[in-house]
């Protein structure tokens, strides 16, 4: 029973393009979502996040996107640099305790 | 400001034995996690401390695992005896915020990865 699905493991994309990774989840209680970025033998960092009575949160180069009605949430990184290759860990949360996704590998190829 | 320590970063046992893990959260933080990763599966939680004393183990095999916090700082979690499928790396984290807030940023360490032979 996941409660969070990246459906990608991989994804590969050109320097200075955009990158889009998606996440669906299933519990409608989930009250704030959030994305990790975690480099090879290093723990998660903390990347952005999003409160569930928001559609959008913008920092930067990132922006996270929040469709409710289809329990679904994108990280949109523009544009996108080498540096940005990592896995990245979608994760809900509710009351306080969070859940991640399996986990997307961004590539960005120079 | 000093991150989350872990140590040992790396262990190798042979299954039925042994094993313990060391974390030294973000000074002044309450919260203290601990998370396991399997390879190719997101970080799961395993327990969760707030100040020293747990609020959430529901996923934490007590057949097998175990954890303290002493005297609210410091973390240990044991695995005793390991199974093959204990293999995986152990995250532990630290937040400020309390366990009823409706959001924690948390802090990773950056692990130990266990392999059971």
């Known amino acids: 029973d996941q409660q969070v699905k990246q459906n990608s493991p991989s994804l590969s994309v050109q320097e200075g393009r955009i990158s889009i990774l998606n996440c669906d989840y299933t519990?409608?209680?989930?009250?704030?979502f959030l994305w990790y970025k975690k480099y090879p033998a290093e723990g998660p960092t903390f990347l952005i996040s999003?409160?569930?009575?928001?559609d959008k949160n913008e920092d930067g180069r990132f922006t996270v996107f929040l469709n409710k009605s289809a329990k679904h949430l994108s990280l949109h990184i523009v544009p996108s640099q080498p540096g940005d290759s990592a896995v990245y860990f979608c994760?809900?949360?509710?009351?306080?305790?969070?859940?991640f996704g399996q986990g997307t590998e961004l590539s960005v190829k120079p | 400001e000093a991150g989350v320590a872990q140590s040992p970063r790396y262990k190798i046992i042979e299954k039925r034995q042994s094993v313990a893990f060391w974390c030294n959260p973000i000074s002044g933080h309450a919260t203290l996690y601990w998370y396991q990763q399997i390879l190719g599966q997101g970080p799961k939680l395993l327990i969760q401390f707030q100040n020293n004393g747990v609020v959430d183990d529901s996923q934490l095999p007590k057949d097998r695992f175990s954890a303290e916090r002493l005297k609210g700082v410091d973390s240990t979690l044991k695995i005793q005896p390991a199974k093959l499928e204990d293999s995986a790396v152990y995250l532990c984290a630290s937040s400020s915020g309390d366990y009823f807030r409706a959001y924690n940023e948390q802090f990773f360490g950056p692990g130990t990865r266990l392999t059971v032979l």
């Open positions: 994760a809900a949360s509710q009351g306080g305790k969070l859940i």
């Open positions: 519990n409608s209680m989930f009250d704030y």
């Open positions: 999003i409160s569930s009575i928001k």
